[in-house]
């Protein structure tokens, strides 16, 4: 079973840019979740989307934003890129069951550098 | 909100001997999960270890067990026979959506 692929894997912008990252997820799992890792601030939530749904958020700008498509495939946009914006995006999928929070499984995760 | 503390930046242990990673976690929740995670070099995160709260007995999975103290809200990670592959980055994290600590760089020294 393929894991979870995220595209593009490097991305340089400059600041003022907008950047599209894209996830697709393990097959059959419909939920996808973003984090963001620095190396200041760790690793922090930014969203969550199950069926197409926007299901929990993090303390992030509204500059971030995320969408999921009815294949479960995600993308996260961000806008007017600022240099704190570098940092390695990561995805993770899971298939949410009944009993608790099911293992999330990361992608490779997309490196991010703001000029 | 839930925060989760690792106190040991980085650590280093010899090939084939034994060492512990230490987590404490704050919460008001009484049911819950916490997990270890392993980033190695390659940056891909991998699950070590999960262990659900209302559960005593500690989790295991080969050479990886943890401590899991609940009322001191504590989940500390023992690895067993430690060979060069577990030289990672090492992430506790308590349940979805998950908060991680900022992490224990683990070195295995030949």
């Known amino acids: 079973k393929a894991g979870v692929t995220q595209t593009p894997r490097y991305l340089i912008k400059t600041r003022g840019q907008q950047v599209t990252l894209s996830c697709s997820p393990i097959s059959g799992h419909r939920s996808v979740s973003w984090y963001q890792q620095t190396p200041g601030q760790g690793l922090q939530f930014l969203f969550e989307?199950?069926?197409?749904?926007?299901?929990n958020k993090g303390n992030f700008p509204g500059r971030f934003s995320g969408r999921q498509f009815s294949n479960s495939r995600s993308e996260m946009n961000v806008s007017t890129l600022e240099l704190g914006d570098s940092a390695l995006y990561l995805c993770a999928s899971s298939r949410p069951g009944t009993s608790g929070p099911n293992e999330q499984f990361f992608g490779p995760g997309t490196r991010l550098t703001v000029l | 909100a839930q925060t989760v503390t690792q106190s040991q930046p980085e650590m280093s242990v010899q090939e084939a001997e034994t060492v512990t990673l230490s987590c404490t976690y704050d919460?008001?929740?009484?049911?819950?999960?916490l997990f270890w995670y392993k980033q190695p070099p390659s940056r891909q995160m991998i699950l070590v270890i999960r262990q659900e709260a209302y559960k005593q007995q500690n989790a295991t999975e080969n050479r990886f067990s943890v401590n899991f103290q609940k009322a001191a809200k504590s989940f500390s990670l023992k690895i067993s026979d430690s060979q060069l592959g577990d030289t990672a980055m090492y992430f506790c994290?308590?349940?979805?959506?998950?908060?991680f600590g900022k992490g224990t760089r683990l070195s295995v020294i030949a």
């Open positions: 989307y199950f069926s197409e749904t926007q299901r």
């Open positions: 994290a308590f349940s979805g959506p998950l908060v």
């Open positions: 919460t008001s929740e009484s049911n819950y999960y």
